[in-house]
């Protein structure tokens, strides 16, 4: 074959697929949803069974001083916030118009991105110090009943947790989440610098 | 606008403009169904139906472009069986070579190839892409000369 006459155009149209039938193409829709769902559900399952747990033992334990009122408001508040998050991480997307130009989607991918970057690592903070308060005021009233010994193993328990979630768990999470984001920043930039030539 | 006209005009340049940007059978397709499941989602909103090709094409590149991201995609096992199985292997050994060149390129140069190689006029292709019509020209250029070479050192 001569090189200089290789018919790109008609090579390219000689590839077929098949065609899913619309009926079968529209199912999947329901079962992306569906998935989709199943996800979100699950966290909020486990955030509504902690949360559920812990209004149990308000209720059943009457506690008499306000740290104690503080600190379940503070861990509640905790887990709302951070499940609240990680459900909007979604919609965002799912809002983005989906028919720019590829220069102005790439942009607007970008500027999500980041704002997630930021999101991910400022929020998971804020649950953290939040968490940790809550628990620390919480246990004001319980150890109040213990002889001081006790008291000391308790906070020393709960304060050894505490620091091995800031110091080991939480940057681990951060690095994760960040890993992960600035490996695709990176490659829509790459992406976005191939625009910019010339 | 009727979904099934689009879906039925469009499925197979769009599947090829994913199969030039992956050269993976399986993924290709499952890419051009999902911009085929926006396309269906948006469809009731789009007023411009005299550009609907140039509006279907954006959402599928830049579906492709998204890729990157991949967990927003199907699980593999729910194709159904008869399409995962058969696997439409193309008999064409240059056809093949074609998909594998056009997908080794950068990103964006395989979009903008395949959308020349589907006849697209090159100020949609600017509009689908985001930039120059000039920009564009030279681009489909330089990428042809690319191809052609490499077709040529793999001595056809």
């Keep these: ?198 | 606008m009727v979904f099934e006209e689009v879906y039925k005009i469009y499925w197979q340049k769009i599947f090829r403009l994913c199969m030039g940007y992956t050269n993976d059978y399986e993924l290709a397709q499952d890419m051009a169904q999902e911009t085929f499941i926006i396309v269906w989602q948006q469809l009731p909103k789009f007023r411009n139906e005299a550009n609907v090709g140039t509006w279907i094409y954006k959402i599928a590149t830049n579906n492709c472009l998204r890729q990157i991201e991949n967990q927003n995609r199907f699980p593999k096992a729910e194709l159904p069986v008869n399409l995962a199985e058969e696997k439409q292997a193309t008999s064409e050994p240059q056809i093949k070579l074609l998909y594998t060149y056009i997908s080794e390129l950068p990103e964006t140069d395989r979009i903008i190839i395949s959308l020349e190689l589907e006849n697209i006029k090159q100020a949609e292709i600017a509009a689908i892409v985001g930039l120059s019509e000039a920009n564009i020209r030279v681009k489909i250029h330089r990428i042809k000369e690319k191809l052609t070479q490499k077709f040529r050192q793999n001595g056809q």
């Design chain 1, 1 to 198: 074959m001569d090189n200089n006459t290789i018919n790109f155009n008609e090579l390219w149209q000689g590839r077929t697929a098949n065609q899913l039938p619309t009926d079968e193409l529209l199912k999947k829709v329901n079962t992306f949803k569906t998935s989709n769902y199943i996800k979100i559900s699950l966290t909020t399952l486990a955030f509504s069974l902690t949360s559920f747990f812990i209004c149990w033992i308000w209720i059943s334990y009457h506690p008499q001083l306000v740290t104690t009122k503080l600190g379940i408001v503070l861990t509640l508040l905790s887990m709302a916030i951070y499940g609240f998050s990680l459900n909007q991480q979604y919609p965002l997307l799912k809002k983005m118009d989906k028919a720019n130009s590829n220069a102005e989607h790439l942009a607007n991918l970008l500027a999500l991105k980041k704002k997630q970057q930021f999101l991910q690592t400022t929020l998971l903070n804020v649950y953290f110090m939040m968490l940790s308060l809550g628990i620390g005021l919480y246990m004001i009233e319980p150890t109040g009943h213990m002889t001081l010994f006790w008291a000391i193993i308790a906070y020393g328990i709960t304060g050894v947790w505490i620091l091995f979630s800031w110091l080991y768990l939480r940057p681990r999470q951060i690095r994760k989440q960040q890993t992960k984001l600035n490996d695709i920043i990176g490659k829509f930039e790459n992406i976005q610098t191939q625009l910019n030539e010339e």
